[in-house]
């Protein structure tokens, strides 16, 4: 199933092209016109699209007190169980991300560093139907929580005058989310942006969502912030013979079933080991519920690269950048100073992806389709600014004064240069 | 020249609308068409362009070995002092940003963290002509350089055959810039972006640029990264009685002579300092070089603003979230923690903004319009991605597996909850 690739054919393959992410234009300019819209009109025009593409409008667009606590009635105490240990797990790691206020210099003369302070905003969206997942009510507001954030909101589609997943509810109030909005798609990404008579707006937008939402987060970008923006999932797998090729076609399988665009990749040290997972992948996908998108998605965009070495192997895997590395070697450890590019990396034969993706700590919203090689998954610092500071006395200013009067007059900025000479005559 | 505001005029003045910065549509497609041209066919289109904008095809586009060196004959004693005292200082600052690699949690079963590791090709963009920056060399590369990046590559337009500036290239060779391209604009862009034959491409972009520099980083952002993308510069100076007049205005000048769209804001507890600031400022400017340029930007983006007291001017500024804030109070350093939006501080009589664009240490690379809300200055932490890691025993994955097949099965990602369950059995 897995497509057989030689280390200088991997080389050469769409693996390793540097493809626009860039969605095509005839979304943008849609997107575009809902985004404007409902910029220029509030309410009136998001009320609109909203009968639009979910049918109706619900009665209420901040879900209530009410709501959030019937909600509590209709979810299962294994549930509830599962998703607090979660949340304690993604807290207990994400805690250790966050960070003082910095002093650089501080002498008689000068005090320079950094504070470090929260945004203030922060607005989450949730995708509904069947792409509802709390896992990312979870790993989306926990950060933004920790670092501080005042109010973060929640944004999630009513489709049809159906209720919200109950479970998005309670995973909404472990982790103290602020308001919910009943409200999806671009919609969404627009209230937020630029605020509406009912919605607030926020200064920075997470969460995943589909390809509308995508391009709502590319356009709105710059007027608020945004984390990032997501292309379809990915794993990487390094292994050796000592890797059990039925975990191996688990975790490629654990991928595929996201998306028939997901991308699954297994380097291995090993041809025979090639050759296991390749049943294992028919067997395993045979008993699958989501057997279509997943077999699509390996034929697809599977891939197997037989290596000659432990280090062509990952020469190849910070190439791609993968999303998730997955490591099932005999001494996974000793390979951790070989990753330069990754989202997140899941070492040895007992840490699957799903571990990670639900549940130990780290965060599961990581950069995509090779974005690892300039960007990190989402942090506590995703929702915290630095603000530089600087303090001179007379005397300090008096030193620096006729280097920086050179500088400026170099650049022609004639008034940079006066702001110094005014002071030290 | 400023515009009086008291506080409840400046709360729906236009410093605080939500105003995109978007670029136009029109721009954006001329932008776009020079971007793809490029992505197709490489230096051939890139050198047609270069011809089309720039006049003259430069017969190498990397700067030689030569021409760097001969930069240095052209360059005054003075300047290269000031530019290496300058560099001593930000590296200096930018240093103690650098981290290590973090391990949040290690016993016996459980191993996690963050991994830091440095983004591999960085371009860094340089405009040409009058806006011509040496400082923006610096400020852009020494923290790339600091992070660890293998490879710092420079591009700056070539007019009409003109030399590039020789400050420029000086500067370059100070820092450590690898590769110098003679290329600007939308091309220059495109070419770091995604590479050409002769410009290979780099994950990232950083630095000004005029209108359709940001119109092209914001084109090629997802696949690249990039550092912002910028607005007109702007200032905001709390000031009270203990303010100098004179100090005030010349800060307040320095920022508008950048540009007509420049912004300048005072804060004032003493109409009478509001007063004295307007006059110094008429006889300022009457004998600037870029008085008009100054003058416009004043009047049009000039304002005052009579508050009743200290927290009342920082909940203002606190909205504006300004690039550049100075704090000229009898306490500055009091008033550190009143600030909750701002790209950069500077505190006291004696610390005007223009010490901190060029030599004091923290960075001028700041957020503009008011995304200091939900975003920082540059700084070593743009260079560097965090990897988190992960390491389960058979023992901690058999204690968290019940809670993660429960999640995995409430997402119905049945291959997900399998990945474990394999592993458990």
Known sequence: MLTAYNYQEFLSSSFLKKESNKTNRDIMDSVKKIIDDIQDKGDRALLGYIEKFDGVIPENLLVSREERKAAWKLVDTKTITALRNAAENIKSF????????????????????????????????????????????????????????????????????????????????????????????????????????????????????????????ALVYGDVGIDMIAGPSEVAIVADESANASYVA???????????????????????????????????????????????????????????????AFELCNAVAPEHLEIQTERPLECLGKVKHAGSVFLGHYTPEALGDYYA?????????????????????????????????????????????????????????????????
């Open 94 to 217: 994400h805690q250790k991300q966050l960070q003082n206020s910095r002093i650089m210099q501080q002498d008689e003369n000068i005090y320079a560093g950094q504070l470090y302070r929260p945004i203030e905003r922060v607005g989450i969206y949730v995708p509904g139907g069947t792409a509802s997942y709390p896992s990312s009510v979870l790993m989306n507001a926990i950060p933004a929580v920790l670092a501080g954030v005042e109010n973060v909101s929640m944004a999630t589609p009513v489709r049809n005058g159906q209720p919200i997943n109950p479970v998005l509810l309670v995973a909404a109030d472990i982790v103290g989310v602020h308001n919910i909005y009943k409200v999806g798609g671009v919609q969404a990404i627009a209230a937020f942006a630029y605020g509406t008579e009912t919605i607030p707006s926020v200064d920075k937008i997470v969460g995943p969502g589909n390809a509308y939402v995508a391009a709502a987060k």
């Open 361 to 425: 700590g780290p965060n599961h919203v990581l950069p995509t389709s090779g974005t690892a090689k300039f960007s990190s998954g989402l942090s506590v610092d995703d929702f915290i600014k630095k603000t530089t500071f600087l303090y001179y006395s007379e005397a300090a200013l008096k030193d620096a004064s006729e280097d920086v009067m050179q500088l400026a007059k170099q650049e022609q900025l004639e008034g940079h240069s006066r702001a110094i000479e005014k002071r030290i005559k």
């Open 250 to 312: 688990a975790d490629l399988i654990a991928q595929a079933e996201h998306d028939p665009s997901a991308r699954a990749i297994l380097f291995s040290l090993s041809a025979e080991l090639i050759d296991r997972v390749n049943d294992e992948l028919k067997n395993q996908c045979s008993v699958l519920p989501r057997e279509e998108i997943a077999t699509e998605a390996l034929n697809v965009n599977g891939a197997s690269v037989l290596v000659s070495d432990i280090d062509q």
